[in-house]
């Protein structure tokens, strides 16, 4: 009788190992497939930087069409301010006291506030209220706080800044907007009338929302932290047609979608925006009353926090730097 030789039990990667990649590969499909169904439209969208042909990062660049479906609302209503703070007596230093009692006379009598001083009290209040929360103002060429290891800028254009370079907060007023929105055109390639940016009670301009987006891709690039739930707030800040408040717009972007936007991921986290519609001026008149002044001492304090964690600054420091790796 002849011998047989032993079966050997053979490993399925040896009998089909095409089949088991193909097996692998089906079930991650599935997968993927699962998670886009699973994804709800209120948290998650599609990157819409998988719209262009090649990769285009800087949101300048991109079409309004991506700008909305990141999440940009074309109108969005007014939320309550900011919960009031109580300011100390110490807040109002000389120079915020003369700015305040000028726009808020003017203000009272119904005259309308021009540009220069409604830049002017947006700047001293920032430094004095630093000041109070025992923030260092020093000059150089501009006024720039210094939160622990972070330098800010603090201009009327360029507004509240930090980590270097990452804007915080920019103030814009009618003008500055309108030449800011003419360049953006420009560089977008669209030519068309730059008229002023709309200043309406609920719209949301889609110029503000490119540099919202573009001062948070600056703190990704500045190593700027975010806060403890993960998210980026950035805010540009500019007066009503009125000029007696301050329209905020604010928008949290979590750290993840930079992340997303620059890796190429397919579905990225939904950019929350909101809207706030801040007086200048309470009701009391009172300069401690003012609504406007209880939230800029929040966003130093803000600030302040998210020192805590910066990285050292560095340098040079200009208003231009932001603009630089388009």
């Not at 109002?92 to 009692?101: F, H, I, V």
């Not at 401690?288 to 420091?317: D, N, T």
Request: proline content about 9%; overall charge positive.
């Amino acid at each position: 009788m002849t011998a047989q030789a032993p079966q050997l039990p053979l490993s399925p990667s040896l009998l089909a190992p095409a089949m088991v990649v193909f097996e692998s590969a089906q079930v991650v499909k599935v997968q993927r497939k699962t998670r886009r169904r699973s994804v709800h439209l209120d948290t998650h969208i599609p990157n819409p930087v998988q719209m262009f042909d090649r990769i285009v990062i800087h949101p300048i660049a991109w079409p309004e069409e991506a700008l909305r479906w990141m999440g940009v609302p074309r109108r969005l209503p007014s939320t309550l301010p900011p919960r009031s703070v109580t300011l100390p007596p110490a807040t109002m230093s000389a120079a915020l006291r003369k700015a305040y009692d000028n726009v808020a006379e003017m203000l009272d009598s119904g005259e309308h506030v021009p540009r220069e001083d409604l830049s002017n009290l947006v700047v001293d209040a920032f430094a004095a209220i630093a000041k109070v929360q025992n923030v260092y103002v020093y000059h150089r060429a501009k006024a720039y706080l210094s939160l622990g290891d972070m330098r800010v800028r603090v201009e009327p254009i360029h507004g509240f800044s930090a980590s270097g370079v990452a804007p915080v907060l920019a103030y814009l007023d009618e003008p500055f907007r309108r030449a800011q929105r003419a360049r953006l055109m420009c560089w977008r390639g669209i030519h068309a009338d730059c008229h002023a940016a709309h200043q309406q009670e609920d719209r949301v301009d889609v110029m503000d929302a490119v540099l919202l987006l573009a001062y948070a891709q600056e703190h990704r690039r500045w190593s700027a932290p975010p806060d403890a739930a993960g998210n980026h707030i950035t805010r540009v800040m500019y007066p009503n047609t009125a000029g007696d408040a301050m329209i905020v717009l604010t928008a949290i972007t979590p750290a993840e979608t930079l992340v997303g936007i620059q890796d190429g991921h397919e579905i990225l986290k939904r950019i929350r925006f909101s809207r706030q519609a801040i007086p200048i001026m309470a009701q009391d008149k009172e300069w401690a009353s003012s609504p406007l002044l209880q939230f800029i001492w929040g966003l130093v304090e803000e600030g302040g926090k998210l020192a805590v964690k910066a990285p050292a600054p560095r340098w040079p420091i200009g208003p231009w730097a932001w603009t630089t790796h388009f």
